[in-house]
């Protein structure tokens, strides 16, 4: 984050470890239950029962077959450190806390529309009914309140969702300790949102399963080495495992062909592969 957006005081921010998520809903069933109905004055109007997400989870899949996986992606306002809907609205009519968190005020934002659109990630909804700009605001009122963090988070029941209040200096540390990610950080916005395990939702994987003939009879490779290379130079290697299946992860999107070359005891085999979208190469003779 670049030093005139960093700050000595805490600020919000959720982690999202999205191996973790298992697409259970359990946060944006808790959102409901909060807003729908509920007016909290001075925070929030009433979220509508249908058509606004100000938690959305999106799904992913990756692969076929028995090697075939999902991954959620969780998003929702990012209380951005330099958000562009506080920019467009300019009288403010959105505006950010101390605490990082970014409001949009119920009656100055009425008839904003336009607001809608200036959020460069989706996450600002439009309420037809009450002719107003909506998101979520990480539950500011229960925080005001001394909650220890935002509801929906308290309700995750895999561990994917954390929330933690501290500076923006600490939290750049711990996002490099830790490897974390935010989503599109070339909009300049600086996010508050973190994502742990990214790859599962960006990036594709190559996977297959090896097997040998023996009297003839098919039977899967336990302990192959599996090498994957990219012009002549090796990426990764892979031990197949006890069902002789095999994966490489985190691969950038249609980046063209590898070599897979599968070895075991004296007997070795390539396969080419060209990548788009997460591909299950299926069984690999020996």
């Not at 058509?51 to 799904?59: N, P």
């Not at 994957?228 to 990426?235: A, F, P, R, T």
Request: charged share 25%; glycine share 6%; aromatic share 8%.
């Amino acid at each position: 984050m670049q030093q005139n957006k960093e700050s000595k005081t805490a600020k919000w921010h959720i982690i999202v470890d999205v191996e973790k998520c298992e697409n259970c809903n359990n946060c944006y069933m808790t959102l409901l239950d909060e807003y729908v109905d509920n007016e909290f004055s001075g925070y929030s109007a009433s979220c509508p029962r249908h058509g606004h997400h100000w938690i959305q989870l999106d799904t992913h899949e990756r692969g076929s077959g028995s090697l075939l996986d999902v991954a959620y992606l969780f998003t929702t306002c990012n209380q951005c450190a330099n958000p562009a809907c506080v920019k467009a609205a300019k009288d403010g009519a959105v505006y950010m806390r101390k605490d990082g968190i970014v409001m949009i005020d119920p009656q100055k934002a009425k008839g904003r529309k336009e607001l809608v659109k200036a959020c460069p990630y989706g996450h600002i909804w439009w309420n037809e009914e009450k002719e107003l700009p909506q998101k979520w605001n990480w539950d500011a009122h229960l925080l005001d309140a001394d909650w220890k963090e935002p509801r929906p988070i308290s309700v995750c029941a895999t561990g994917s969702l954390k929330s933690v209040k501290v500076t923006d200096v600490e939290m750049k540390t711990l996002a490099e300790k830790e490897g974390l990610q935010v989503l599109h950080p070339e909009y300049g916005t600086f996010p508050r949102v973190w994502y742990r395990n990214l790859y599962r939702y960006t990036h594709e994987h190559i996977a297959g399963s090896v097997a040998m003939v023996d009297n003839g009879v098919e039977d899967v490779v336990e302990g192959a080495t599996v090498k994957l290379k990219k012009n002549d130079k090796e990426i990764a290697t892979v031990i197949a495992d006890m069902f002789g299946d095999f994966k490489f992860d985190a691969i950038e999107p249609d980046s063209g062909e590898y070599t897979i070359i599968v070895s075991h005891k004296d007997k070795e085999t390539q396969h080419s592969v060209i990548m788009g979208t997460s591909k299950n190469v299926g069984v690999i003779l020996l």
